[in-house]
């Protein structure tokens, strides 16, 4: 459930490479990987100055693979010395909106609409970039919350979660009720009503269900629920917002949104109240750029998937991208995290007070260690040979 497609472009500077990944849960990284294979024509032989110079044009071009154009910023981020929120946050208005396909959004946002938002935070950016250097940026934890922990472990990964600084904290429900009712209670009487508990069903439900179910878990005071039902219903989810609006529950969804339409209609229907963005089933950093776009025009506040492979390490940049140029506030916003596989990666984020700590080092933050690449390559790397 944890393999992931990764690139490396490699350039005639040998010390100045770029790396990227798309995770897809496990099922599914063999076609992502002849994806990458068969745009591999695309990018040999191109030089960084032309991606730099109108990166939406050159993402239109690679038509949306996120490895690549991940790999990409990498190597851009790296060559100007910086890491990626502060590369993206030091451009002009106008350079950040070259990097954005409007096509297919501009019913919803215009250009010139998001270069006036962009314009209106321009002056105060400094601020902000000085905020998120000094305080880092709100996460949550779902390490609590898994199907199947003993109460004795629930309780204490509650109480780790509450003495880590964590304020906000989400569990998986959706298979029983009761159980859900009696997980609930304990987590309840662990953090208290003074802290935020999410809760995530993962796709499981039918519309009715979904409200039905909810109605039952009202006294537990959830702050979200996420994924009740097919990511790809809009019209579902909108549903689902509407009759949950009454007892102050938010729809989160768009862990699995895998373009900018769905989010577009996502947010015209009012079907989320937590906008979702995953770093790699969107294309890359560009099309994110662009749901960020979007999701503040509707005034929805985006709190990023992460856990899997690599994206509490890419989701970090995003959201203080967000912070510093798109949104201009944290207010709602909270990043997910979950404590696994971060060893495998060259520039691990790091948790400090319930808070990611702002990356510092130049890149995305997507290179893997050498070790790790060697040992875990599939088919060929050590760890498979020995697993067969």
């Known amino acids: 459930d944890y393999s992931s497609a990764y690139v490396i472009l490699h350039t005639d500077n040998p010390l100045l490479e770029g790396h990227g990944h798309s995770f897809t849960i496990g099922h599914g990284t063999e076609i ?21 110079s109108n990166p939406g044009a050159f993402w239109r071009h690679l038509t949306t693979l996120s490895a690549i ?110 159980d859900d009712i009696r997980r609930l209670k304990i987590i309840r009487q662990k953090v208290g009503y003074d802290r935020h508990i999410m809760i995530d069903a993962n796709q499981v439900w039918d519309i009715d269900q979904a409200i039905e179910w909810m109605k039952y878990l009202v006294e537990f005071h959830p702050y979200w629920i996420e994924e009740p039902t097919s990511p790809d219903d809009i019209l579902g989810h909108a549903r689902i917002s509407q009759a949950l609006q009454l007892y102050n529950i938010g729809v989160a969804t768009g862990e699995h949104g895998m373009n900018r339409v769905l989010f577009k209609q996502m947010l015209q229907a009012n079907a989320l109240q937590f906008c979702q963005i995953d770093s790699c089933r969107l294309g ?3 099309e994110v750029l662009a749901v960020l776009l979007l999701a503040a025009k509707f005034r929805v506040p985006v709190c990023p998937h992460a856990g899997g492979v690599g994206l509490c390490e890419l989701v970090q940049h995003l959201s203080m991208i967000d912070f510093v140029v798109v949104s201009g506030t944290w207010e709602n916003r909270v990043i997910e995290f979950a404590d696994h596989l971060h060893e495998h990666f060259e520039d691990p984020c790091i948790i400090k007070n319930g808070r990611y700590v702002a990356p510092s080092r130049p890149g995305y933050s997507t290179q893997m260690k050498k070790n790790s690449r060697q040992q875990y390559s599939f088919p060929n790397g050590p760890v498979w040979k020995t697993n067969s």
């Open 69 to 178: 154009v991940n790999a990409l910023w990498d190597l851009y981020a790296k060559r100007e010395g910086k890491p990626l929120w502060r590369l993206i946050s030091d451009l002009t208005p106008e350079q950040f909106l070259k990097c954005i396909d409007f096509r297919y959004i501009s019913d919803a946002i215009t250009p010139d609409e998001a270069l006036k938002m962009l314009k209106e935070l321009e002056s105060t950016k400094s601020e902000r970039i000085k905020q998120i250097e000094e305080q880092g940026y709100p996460a949550y934890t779902s390490s609590a919350g898994w199907l199947g922990y003993s109460d004795e472990k629930i309780q204490r990964l509650c109480r780790e979660a509450i003495n880590e600084g964590f304020t906000h904290l989400k569990i998986k429900v959706g298979r029983d009720l009761q």
């Open 32 to 52: 992502i990987c002849v994806a990458i294979k068969a745009h591999t024509h695309l990018l040999i032989g191109r030089t960084l100055e032309e991606f730099i």
């Open 284 to 286: 890359g950093v560009n």
